[in-house]
């Protein structure tokens, strides 16, 4: 299993640019989400959904779309790039009814 | 105050028992996790524990809960450097809730 599966690695954008970030499970989980990492902050949810079909806003939801139209992928879209979305982002995956929640390696995302 | 606190910083010797400390303020959180993050990588799922239990070993982690106090404490036995790494809190709430709200994590520094 190639479990759950973040691409690009690293991004760098210019403001206004827009990209998708990739995340893909092989797992056959309902729940997926985005979280994006900073520096002094921790962890902090963008947008996470409980199923294909279904998507819904985290902490930190402005300047990101999700989609979710299978259950493998949950693709985070960044319409207009800004400076203060330079991050590091990850995709976590896991089911509804069960405790364990995976996490991809992250993409770093670098916009100038 | 923070949803998740943990100390920021914690160095031991080599050879000695890590003991990472973490709080949290839902009395309704159902699953509580520990992560580990080397520098660069990904989250690496090490731990969880459902919040009916008190205490998981598996290996040299052992996990202890104390629901009381809403107090999380992971033990590592006999820490190697290759145990060096951020250490990530996070507790899943309630029911129908399935986000992790993390800690900022405790950076454990190993000394040879």
């Known amino acids: 299993n190639a479990g759950v599966t973040q691409t690009p690695k690293f991004q760098v954008l210019k403001t206004g640019q827009s990209m998708t970030l990739q995340c893909a499970q092989d797992m056959n989980h309902e729940y997926m989400s985005w979280y994006r990492q900073d520096p002094g902050m921790g962890l902090r949810l963008i947008h996470y959904s409980v199923g294909a079909g279904i998507t819904d806003q985290g902490e930190v939801p402005n300047g990101y779309n999700v989609s979710r139209s299978t259950t493998e992928d949950f693709p985070l879209r960044l319409l207009s790039a800004a400076p203060s979305q330079t991050s590091v982002y990850f995709c976590?995956?896991?089911?509804?009814?069960?405790?364990?929640?995976?996490f991809g390696q992250g993409t770093r995302l670098t916009v100038v | 105050g923070e949803d998740v606190e943990q100390s920021l910083f914690l160095s031991v010797r080599e050879g000695d028992s890590s003991v990472i400390n973490c709080t949290y303020t839902d009395s309704s959180s159902t699953y509580l996790y520990w992560y580990k993050q080397e520098p660069g990588a990904g989250l690496q799922l090490l731990t969880y524990i459902f919040s009916n239990m008190d205490m998981k070993q598996d290996q040299r982690l052992t996990v202890l809960l104390n629901k009381k106090d809403k107090h999380l404490s992971l033990r590592i036995a006999d820490t190697q450097t290759g145990d060096s790494a951020i250490y990530f809190c996070a507790e899943s709430r309630g029911a129908g809730s399935y986000q992790l709200t993390f800690g900022k994590g405790t950076k454990l520094s190993v000394i040879p």
């Open positions: 976590a995956s896991r089911f509804l009814d069960r405790g364990e929640a995976f």
